[in-house]
C-alpha cells in the first residue's frame, strides 16, 4: 500500500487542522491505520492509530480530547482532526499502515507516508 499525507500547514495556537491519507491499492481496509509525528529533534511518537475495522481507537495522551481520527473505507483515506493545537504539536505528521503488532508501537508500522509539516505558532 502507497500512502500520501496532506493538510499541514502554519497554524496559530488554538487553531484546528485536518490532515488526510490517502492510500492506494486494493489491501487498505486490510491495514490498521496510524498518525504519528516527529517534532525537531526529537523521536518518532505515536498519535492516534484506527484498526482495520474500524472498531477500535487508541490515543496517545497529548491527543485525547483533541484529535480525532477516522478511516473511510471508500475513499481508501484516513483524517486526523486536530483542535485546540499548541506549539508543541509543531511536528511532521505521517500516517503509516500495519498488519501486526500494536498501534501504538512505532517499529510497528511497515508503511508510511512521506509526511506532511504542522507548524503552531504560539
Known amino acids: 500500500v502507497q500512502l500520501q499525507a496532506s493538510g499541514g500547514g502554519l497554524v496559530q495556537a488554538g487553531d484546528s487542522l485536518r490532515l488526510s491519507c490517502a492510500a492506494s491499492?486494493?489491501?487498505?481496509?486490510?491495514?490498521?491505520m496510524g498518525w504519528l509525528r516527529q517534532a525537531p529533534g526529537k523521536e518518532r511518537e505515536f498519535v492516534m492509530g484506527i484498526t482495520w475495522s474500524g472498531d477500535r481507537i487508541y490515543s496517545a495522551d497529548s491527543a485525547k480530547g483533541r484529535f480525532t481520527i477516522s478511516r473511510d473505507s471508500v475513499k481508501n483515506t484516513v483524517y486526523l482532526q486536530m483542535n485546540s493545537l499548541k506549539p508543541e504539536d509543531t511536528a511532521v505528521y505521517y500516517c503509516a499502515g500495519k498488519r501486526i503488532g500494536r498501534l501504538m508501537t512505532t517499529s510497528s508500522y511497515d508503511y508510511w507516508g512521506q509526511g506532511t509539516l504542522v507548524t503552531v505558532s504560539s
Open positions: 491499492g486494493r489491501t487498505f481496509n486490510n491495514y490498521d
